[in-house]
């Protein structure tokens, strides 16, 4: 047990001066100030332990930056655990290994975690794109915050520079990544408030709407600035333009396309399913390849841009480093030189292509359909009906490629020849 002292006073605490050994001043009910003979005065606690009975002490920090009175709180605080049975070094010990804990949960390193659980159930362009977003738009605003401290403004704040810039599906979009990383959290008991979880009327509504697309009226004139090329566009960017227009795949998986999946001695082209958007979605159980079905004038066009990339591992690789694909926002950039901005959209050639097949060409639905391979919403449908209508996509393939071909310009017919911007 603690000696009963006499309690100290500021100026005794103040005034007492070093000596050649190592002294005390006791203040009562365990706590002294400690003298070195360096002068260096110490605030430290004897105590006995509830469980062990052995002697301990804690520390409180040097006066004088600790004061008297805020090393006798710091007393009473550690005397009143004592009372409850808890040790207070333990318990000092266990608050050190939380917050240290708390400070390594950074924002970035447990979004980083959930994006890697997350590979298995998505595509490679669709786990590209979600880390791509975070680290341009999140981790430069939260990512090196403690998950636990993140709070509502901050999180308001990181999502209305995104809203300002004119993106708001990506701030929406953003918004659900981050509830999820902050849900992932909380399931492995990193615990936090998920200030992502509740913004419900924090960001302007996203109307609904269709993708920018041109009406098949406005063919030629799209074809002929493509030929034209007063945006200065590179040969293999003028490709990728045709090539959407021909075979309208979504443009994360024509970008992202190997030399490897495409044979051009027999024409044939099959994506993996891995690599489809839909190879991520649970309601594609057979996990189809997809069939591109190349025209005669897409082939030649990939005949053509080989001589300009076959030496890359991609179609289209990136001018800054070859081992890596075009990248996600090259399409886009180059419809907004020609003057589309608005207008067009990388997806809009797949709305294009499924408006003049049905309208203009007399394509039922189905086949058009499974062209855009898109994933049926009705998941009996999609195990009974598993038809690939490969010869009739052939057929409307070539079909397609004909009549872009036939589309007129002043009367002169418009062809796939590109030269070297």
């Not at 605490?13 to 005390?24: A, C, L, R």
């Not at 509830?50 to 009175?69: C, E, H, M, W």
């Not at 403690?146 to 403004?153: A, D, G, L, R, Y």
């Not at 009974?384 to 079909?399: G, N, S, T």
Request: with cysteine.
């Amino acid at each position: 047990m603690p000696k009963l002292a006499t309690p100290l006073t500021d100026i005794q605490v103040k005034n007492s001066k070093p000596k050649e050994k190592i002294w005390t001043l006791a203040d009562g009910n365990g706590l002294y100030l400690e003298i070195t003979p360096t002068g260096k005065k110490s605030w430290r606690m004897a105590y006995r332990r509830p469980v062990t009975k052995k002697n301990n002490r804690l520390s409180f920090g040097d006066y004088p930056l600790i004061s008297l009175a805020e090393a006798r709180t710091k007393c009473l605080a550690a005397s009143k655990l004592l009372k409850e049975g808890i040790d207070p070094a333990a318990e000092r010990d266990e608050k050190k290994q939380l917050a240290a804990e708390s400070a390594a949960h950074t924002f970035e390193k447990i979004a980083r975690e959930w994006h890697n659980t997350r590979l298995g159930a998505w595509s490679a362009s669709t786990a590209k794109d979600t880390i791509n977003r975070l680290e341009k738009d999140i981790f430069p605003e939260i990512g090196k915050l403690p998950i636990s401290e993140v709070t509502h403004k901050q999180m308001i704040a990181a999502l209305r520079k995104i809203e300002d810039r004119g993106a708001g599906e990506i701030a929406h979009r953003l918004k659900a990544t981050c509830a999820r990383v902050f849900s992932y959290a909380n399931q492995h008991g990193i615990e936090n408030r998920n200030p992502a979880a509740d913004l419900k009327d924090v960001l302007k509504p996203v109307k609904a709407g269709h993708f920018a697309a041109i009406a098949p009226d406005e063919l030629p004139a799209f074809l002929e600035s493509i030929n034209k090329n007063d945006a200065r566009l590179y040969a293999p960017t003028r490709i990728a333009l045709r090539l959407m227009l021909l075979i309208f795949v979504r443009s994360s998986e024509l970008r992202t396309t190997p030399w490897s999946e495409i044979n051009l001695d027999t024409g044939e082209w099959i994506i993996p399913w891995q690599r489809m958007k839909r190879g991520k979605l649970t309601i594609n159980p057979d996990q189809t390849d997809h069939h591109v079905c190349l025209s005669r004038q897409g082939l030649e066009l990939l005949k053509e841009l080989h001589g300009y990339t076959g030496g890359s591992t991609y179609l289209f690789p990136n001018q800054r480093d070859h081992s890596k694909p075009m990248s996600g926002d090259a399409i886009r950039m180059a419809l907004n030189r020609m003057g589309y901005e608005g207008k067009m959209t990388t997806h809009g050639f797949r709305a294009l292509a499924m408006t003049t097949l049905k309208e203009k060409l007399g394509y039922r639905h189905e086949t058009v359909d499974r062209q855009l391979a898109h994933a049926q919403k009705d998941k009996i449908a999609s195990a009974y009906d598993r038809a690939q209508f490969l010869d009739e996509r052939k057929k409307m393939m070539q079909h397609w490629a004909d009549y872009l071909d036939g589309v007129k310009v002043s009367g002169n017919v418009i062809h796939a020849t590109f030269k070297q911007a």
